[in-house]
């Protein structure tokens, strides 16, 4: 029997009001601690996640997020 693959990630874009390329970093790397984030993107203005939804929701990243200081949303 064969162990079927893995889910594919799933990609989402956040919009983060404020977040600049080098706070991007840093809420980059708050986002690649969470079990299931594969990619964390950082651009002026927004951040491009890849994550297994079996882990966590598009709501949990935007907390993560918002634990950094910034207003966040999915765009």
């Known amino acids: ?14 919009g983060v009001r404020g977040m600049n390329r080098e706070a991007g970093e ?4 708050t986002l690649l ?8 993107t950082p651009d002026d203005g927004q951040i491009e996640v890849h994550y297994d939804p ?5 709501m949990d990243l935007v907390r993560a997020v918002r634990s ?7 765009l």
């Open 54 to 58: 079996s882990q966590h929701t598009v």
């Open 1 to 14: 029997m064969t162990t079927p693959p893995p889910p594919r990630p799933t990609r989402v874009l956040l």
């Open 33 to 40: 601690a969470l079990p299931g984030v594969s990619r964390a």
């Open 26 to 29: 840093r809420v980059a790397a």
């Open 68 to 74: 950094q200081g910034f207003l966040a949303g999915m």
